[in-house]
């Protein structure tokens, strides 16, 4: 289950990417763990926050969100190389929405703002 001392805006994030996403968690070990439910769940910044937290606008957007079982968010922070080729991290000058990232395993896909999945990156605007 999601933890009580959650923040409200923590919690809102967290239920802007389930809902959309079906409750699946994305990682390395999404296939065994994925469609549980009632399980701690972690939200993983794709794109690190800066310690103390950050104030970028975009830091608790679903772009940058990937929701996580405990040992895939472990094996992310582990191995930030690997992580990095594949979306679940994203260097600090780049912008999360336009970075694809592995789902599921097997599927490459950009994550929006709503929190869903995309085939296709936003357009930037000029």
Avoid: F
Avoid at 13 to 24: E, F, G, T
């Amino acid at each position: 289950m999601l933890r009580r001392d959650l923040t409200p805006s923590r919690r809102k994030a967290i239920k802007r990417v389930m809902l959309p996403r079906r409750y699946k968690a994305t990682g390395p070990t999404a296939e065994a763990v994925g469609d549980r439910r009632g399980v701690d769940h972690h939200i993983h910044h794709r794109r690190p926050r800066a310690a103390g937290g950050s104030k970028r606008p975009d830091t608790n957007l679903p772009s940058n969100l990937l929701l996580l079982c405990p040992p895939c968010h472990q094996q992310i922070e582990s191995h930030r190389a690997v992580a990095q080729s594949m979306g679940w991290l994203v260097v600090q000058a780049a912008d999360p929405a336009q970075t694809a990232v592995l789902v599921q395993r097997d599927r490459w896909t950009y994550l929006t703002a709503d929190g869903r999945y995309s085939d296709d990156p936003p357009e930037v605007e000029a």
